[in-house]
């Protein structure tokens, strides 16, 4: 009696413990599912992230890595799981992981470069795995430091330009008012040779500020898209020797020898005839800067490409010539100030770049090729359409 008394209680206990075992396995099959599931979304995050993630055990050793740290450092996981960090960034010794352990405390953000490439880089402790791991994240700065060296470089421009305009203007400026003032004061001047000779100054000072004005407005004008090119038909031989009058007395001022080499009859072509005298003048008047007692030559020529003709005019001086490095910036506005060449040497430094954006206008392009100490060639090609095209 005492053993069937017994059995349902025992048989209820059994049941009580399946069921109790089914919610346990139940719970572990969710727990199971949801670790699967954060984990998913951990390496989901950590593939898609737009940074590099590496995550480094006590040991320095590297136990995980994402798709972006290897596109950044140039590397692959498989390889470089189990490794030491250090061989990887190429920087072991700006890599300091063990204090940082220690402290238990995040790394502030710095800045490392490690082959070559300029990193972003922030690390913070944290448990992987039941272990205690650092994790390091680390960005590409690299085209965006390009980008702010750039910026400062072109502010130092910018202010060693308005250094310079406002010395140029000056020296004119002081020309006008010094002869005003010794004519307006002294009576016995009048209707002399040397009153005369001042008017002239006072003149030649004017245009050099007119020209200056012009100068500034130009590559105003160009930089805020404002040129507009005109098109029309003109004699090439014609544009050379207009352009030659011009010229003629800077060549002087240095006592340079000018040399034109055009070809009588060369013929003409369409375009906007005062934007490329303007260009040529500009290349021109630096060769002849830049030159003493030397000589400076323009030939004229063209080539063929297909059914397109290119009109040539090439300036060679003989004069001071660039270093590589300063061939690479004779474009860029404002530089002249900063150049060690063209310290000392009179002008605003923007003349090349005006001449530069007014032939890419124009669909050509402008080559150059210094030596130091051996002068300098400039090659302006610009396309010649005829009438038919323009």
Request: with cysteine.
């Amino acid at each position: 009696m005492l053993a069937n008394e017994k059995q349902p209680d025992l048989e209820s206990r059994i049941q009580y413990l399946e069921e109790k075992n089914r919610g346990l396995v139940e719970r572990v099959r969710l727990l199971s599912v949801n670790n699967r599931e954060q984990s998913s979304l951990i390496n989901t995050l950590m593939e898609n992230v737009p940074f590099g993630v590496m995550i480094i055990d006590a040991n320095q050793k590297i136990i995980q890595i994402n798709k972006s740290a290897e596109t950044v450092l140039g590397i692959n996981r498989v390889t470089a799981i189990g490794h030491g960090c250090g061989e990887f960034f190429g920087c072991h010794e700006q890599y300091e992981a063990c204090p940082v352990f220690d402290r238990g405390e995040p790394v502030l953000v710095d800045e490392i470069t490690c082959n070559d490439i300029k990193l972003m880089r922030s690390a913070v402790v944290a448990s992987y795995r039941d272990e205690k791991v650092l994790i390091v994240t680390f960005i590409d700065i690299t085209e965006i430091d390009r980008a702010r060296e750039a910026i400062i470089a072109a502010s130092r421009a910018k202010d060693d330009f308005l250094s310079k305009i406002s010395h140029e203007l000056r020296t004119p400026l002081n020309a006008i008012i010094g002869f005003s003032d010794i004519l307006r004061s002294d009576r016995q001047l009048l209707n002399s040779d040397e009153m005369l000779e001042m008017l002239e100054m006072i003149s030649d000072s004017g245009m050099e500020l007119l020209d200056i004005i012009n100068t500034v407005l130009d590559l105003s004008r160009i930089k805020s898209q404002a040129v507009k090119l005109l098109e029309g038909e003109f004699d090439i031989n014609q544009l050379v020797d207009n352009l030659t009058r011009k010229v003629r007395p800077l060549m002087e001022k240095n006592s340079n020898t000018f040399i034109t080499n055009c070809p009588e009859g060369f013929g003409s072509m369409n375009g906007d005839s005062p934007h490329l005298s303007q260009v040529l003048f500009n290349i021109l008047g630096n060769a002849a800067k830049f030159t003493q007692n030397g000589t400076v030559t323009l030939d004229v020529g063209s080539q063929e490409d297909g059914n397109l003709r290119w009109i040539v005019f090439s300036v060679k001086d003989s004069g001071i010539g660039m270093e590589p490095g300063e061939v690479s910036r004779v474009f860029n506005g404002f530089e002249q100030a900063d150049n060690s060449s063209s310290r000392g040497y009179a002008g605003l430094g923007v003349g090349l770049t005006i001449a530069l954006q007014l032939v890419d206008m124009m669909g050509g392009g402008i080559d150059v090729e210094s030596r130091k100490g051996e002068g300098s060639l400039f090659t302006v090609r610009v396309p010649a359409r005829s009438p038919a095209d323009a």
